[in-house]
């Protein structure tokens, strides 16, 4: 098998971050969790995860904001951002890729949903390293 992939979980709500972490590292993944925009920027740079799925409505700073800091920096420009939200008009999904994220997943979604999403985006970002 390969080597184990990191993501990081950014979610403030603590039933939906526990389910995204356990459904992830139940398939195999390690996972790093943040609670707030400001601890995702800090755990980005210093975990260097594969993948962040990041929630777009959180406390301090939201995920779009997060999005253009993370897409801003030398460091963790390359890394592939997902936007998890329970809100999918379609003004927020183009303003959340058009930002650099690979994908919009709407909440509620099937644990096995998410894997298979999560999969296909790290697949398409090893195919596409420079």
């Not at 980005?44 to 993948?51: F, G, M, R």
């Amino acid at each position: 098998m390969g080597v184990e992939k990191k993501i990081l979980v950014v979610e403030d709500e603590p039933d939906i971050r526990g389910l995204i972490t356990f459904s992830l590292e139940y398939a195999g993944f390690t996972v790093v969790e943040a609670l707030n925009g400001e601890e995702a920027l800090d755990k980005a740079v210093v975990e260097q995860p594969d993948l962040v799925l990041l929630d777009v409505r959180m406390p301090k700073l939201n995920g779009y904001e997060v999005c253009k800091l993370l897409k801003a920096q030398d460091e963790t420009r390359g890394i592939p951002i997902v936007f998890i939200s329970a809100r999918g008009q379609e003004a927020e999904i183009k303003q959340g890729l058009e930002l650099g994220a690979e994908e919009y997943i709407l909440k509620p979604f099937a644990p096995d949903e998410l894997y298979r999403r999560v999969q296909v985006i790290l697949q398409r970002g090893s195919a596409k390293q420079r």
